[in-house]
């Protein structure tokens, strides 16, 4: 008996390491998505229910907006303002300002003409002797001056015709490409306040209700996306070498499918011993690995915390 012990021994453990018939136990497991508010604010109205279907896009829940609305408004006026003074330099003055110089340099050209018609005068009276040289000299003065303010006004006529300078272009320029950023930035923020579906899938939970304050980043719907199951199992030791990930399983339920499969998404690196809430008849000191297999997306398909039977070709 002695010489047989270790042998018997050996032959136990080798069986403890076998998969039992009917398949290594394991249950189904969700990979969420808890979708949140991007930020604080009151919950304004939510557009789904528990356990409801949904598509991609579809809105899921608004939050008050009136302060991003005003902001978007704020800022679509802004831009606004902008384009116009940057046109109204592009354009120079207006026809009425422009017509207003005109009639300044046709009133400084009349004054011009009888400048020079006095100061004619004034020369022939002084050649004569009949007028002091003080009056002659005055008279030359106001002719001087009043071709002066006749150039003046010519000049401010040929800039008024013109566009601005191109320094002053190119700010307001900036400053339309700036307001237009600004309004960007206000149109995204207030679409933040209506929540869409990112992916199909099953509204799991309804965190928040309507009327609800929700801080930033606080989850208000909790979304099973399509595909996003997976079946989790334990394998021992001497199985674990022969599997690797994107291996094919076999999976079988209450009410799944038949010929459901799974393939291996992940395999621990680290043994555990086997967790105390687990589907398996083996002894609990028995160390095991952890392995994740995602599941086919069709009808039937395992639910999270379901509890299946794993078989491995």
Not at 15 to 40: M, N, S, V
Not at 47 to 70: I, N, S, Y
Not at 116 to 139: C, F, G, K, M
Not at 279 to 289: F, I, P
């Amino acid at each position: 008996m002695r010489r047989w012990t270790p042998a018997l021994l050996l032959l136990a453990l080798l069986a403890c390491d076998k998969p039992p018939e009917d398949g290594f136990q394991g249950y189904a497991e969700g990979e969420y998505l808890r979708i949140a508010a991007p930020e604080a604010g009151w919950v304004q109205e939510i557009a789904v229910a528990k356990g409801q279907r949904v598509e991609a896009g579809v809105p899921l829940f608004t939050l008050d907006a009136t302060r991003e609305r005003a902001a978007a408004a704020e800022a679509r006026a802004a831009l606004a303002q902008a384009e116009g003074q940057y046109a109204d330099l592009l354009t120079g003055l207006r026809p009425d300002e422009i017509a207003s110089i005109e009639a300044q340099l046709s009133e400084a050209e009349a004054n011009l003409r009888l400048s020079q018609l006095t100061l004619e005068r004034q020369e022939e009276l002084v050649r004569t002797r009949v007028a002091a040289q003080a009056q002659l000299d005055q008279a030359r003065a106001a002719a001087q001056q009043a071709e002066a303010r006749r150039d003046r006004i010519r000049a401010d006529l040929a800039v008024a015709r013109l566009p601005a300078r191109r320094e002053r272009i190119a700010a307001a320029e900036a400053n339309v490409e700036a307001a237009r950023a600004n309004l960007d930035q206000a149109q995204w923020r207030l679409s933040q306040r209506a929540i869409a579906s990112p992916a199909a899938g099953v509204v799991d939970d309804v965190v928040r209700r309507a009327g609800e304050w929700v801080p930033a980043s606080g989850t208000v719907v909790s979304l099973l996306p399509d595909g996003a199951t997976k079946v989790i199992f334990f394998v021992p030791e001497a199985r674990r070498a022969a599997l690797h990930p994107g291996d094919r399983v076999a999976v079988s339920c209450t009410g799944c499918p038949p010929n459901l499969s799974a393939r291996i998404s992940r395999i621990a690196t680290d043994a555990e011993y086997t967790p105390p809430v687990i589907y398996s008849r083996e002894t609990r000191a028995k160390l095991v690995w952890r392995m994740e297999a995602s599941v086919e997306r069709i009808p039937g398909a395992p639910t999270p915390g379901q509890p299946v039977t794993v078989r491995i070709p």
